[in-house]
């Protein structure tokens, strides 16, 4: 079936690095583009990333732009959120989700379950 | 950036009645507007996009309306299963940045 699950959270100093992985499964993932999505711990949804479906595009909430990288490995349908210079405002579960269409202007349709992150010393 | 405000923060509402959740954009969105539930411990769950369109296995108690820069979801006769968190996000920004309104817990009365 169409599932998305992330891995690779853990605790993590201010300051230090940390890398999400993304796999995907049951769909084309080469044909859409993805999304990594936030939620610290009793907040709400806060969009961080996107990635087009060919890996070209790249666009980045303001509160993680030059900190956050996305990227994509189409051979292996997995997507990726490298986090540098981590703060404690950047703990949340990060959620992986599949952008609804192709072009970047969508809904998303398919969410993963979510890896916690958190930040401290 | 477009601010997304949802209303109220909560609702109680009784099994079998009516729920009507309201989302205002700070500018036009279009019908670029998605809902989605969320459940503790689960992935959010798309409901609604284009404003109005059901996703793909969502019961037809689940209705969506609204353009421009006010939306409302509606659920005709609430189910056990139904008591969560709504929330309502525009993607009609460009360079993309999508933002999502804060929230309304919908719980039993």
């Known amino acids: 079936q169409v599932q998305l699950v992330e891995s690779g959270g853990g605790v993590v100093q201010p300051g230090r690095s940390l890398r999400l992985s993304c796999g995907a499964s049951?769909?084309?993932?080469?044909?859409?583009?993805m999304h990594w999505v936030r939620q610290a711990p009793g907040k709400g949804l806060e969009w961080v990333a996107v990635i087009s479906y060919d890996a070209f595009n790249t666009y980045y909430a303001d509160s993680v732009r030059g900190r956050f990288t996305i990227s994509r490995d189409n051979s292996k349908n997995t997507l990726y959120l490298q986090l540098n210079s981590l703060r404690a405002e950047d703990t949340a579960v990060y959620y992986c989700?599949?952008?609804?269409?192709?072009?970047?202007?969508?809904?998303?349709?398919?969410w993963g379950r979510g890896t916690m992150v958190t930040v401290s010393s | 950036d477009i601010v997304m405000t949802q209303s109220p923060a909560t609702l109680s509402v009784s099994p079998g009645e009516r729920a009507t959740l309201s989302c205002r954009a700070s500018q036009s969105v279009s019908s670029d507007l998605a809902w989605y539930q969320e459940k503790p411990g689960q992935a959010p769950r798309l409901l609604i996009y284009g404003a109005s369109t059901r996703a793909t296995g969502i019961p037809v108690r689940f209705s969506g309306s609204g353009s421009g820069t006010e939306f409302t979801l509606t659920i005709s006769s609430l189910q056990s299963e139904d008591f969560a968190v709504y929330y309502c996000q525009q993607y009609n920004a460009w360079p993309p940045l999508y933002t999502f309104g804060q929230g309304t817990k919908l719980e039993i009365k």
């Open positions: 049951g769909f084309t993932f080469t044909g859409f583009g």
């Open positions: 989700a599949k952008d609804l269409g192709g072009n970047l202007s969508d809904a998303f349709d398919i």
